[in-house]
Nanobody, 129 residues
Framework: LVEMVESGGGSVQSGGSLRLTCTATAGSSFTTYCMGWFRQAPGKEREGVAAIDSEGNTDYADSVKGRATISQENDNTLHLQLSNLKPEDTAMYFC???????????????????????WGPGTQVTVSS
């Protein structure tokens, strides 16, 4: 069991930046989990944005590649740096923890939301043109 809350969302103009933070609650830790950031816009399916494993290996959705950076500061804190934001980035952003998957003969941490078991309540990101 791991509990977390997101922060750092807000309203920003196109081209702006935001840094989202995911913090584990007291007694919780991200240790051993595959961590990731996800987003969901109204009427859209939840999609993976970025993932990071325990060794710092990262994976990004094509839609944010070059504009997003995921990092794990410590066992209790995760960040998502977003830059050059676009209106299409508008969504509720979620932090999540889950199990590793088995990919190409080894364990991996992916951006598939179906692999995640624990979710934060989300933080809204709104980008205006």
């Amino acid at each position: 069991l791991v509990e977390m809350v997101e922060s750092g969302g807000g309203s920003v103009q196109s081209g702006g930046s935001l840094r989202l933070t995911c913090t584990a609650t007291a007694g919780s830790s991200f240790t051993t989990y595959c961590m990731g950031w996800f987003r969901q816009a109204p009427g859209k399916e939840r999609e993976g944005v970025a993932a990071i494993d325990s060794e710092g290996n990262t994976d990004y959705a094509d839609s944010v590649k070059g504009r997003a950076t995921i990092s794990q500061e410590n066992d209790n804190t995760l960040h998502l740096q977003l830059s050059n934001l676009k209106p299409e980035d508008t969504a509720m952003y979620f932090c999540a923890a889950g199990s590793y998957s088995y990919c190409s003969g080894s364990w991996c941490c992916t951006t598939d939301p179906r692999t995640k078991s624990y979710w934060g309540p989300g933080t809204q990101v709104t980008v205006s043109s």
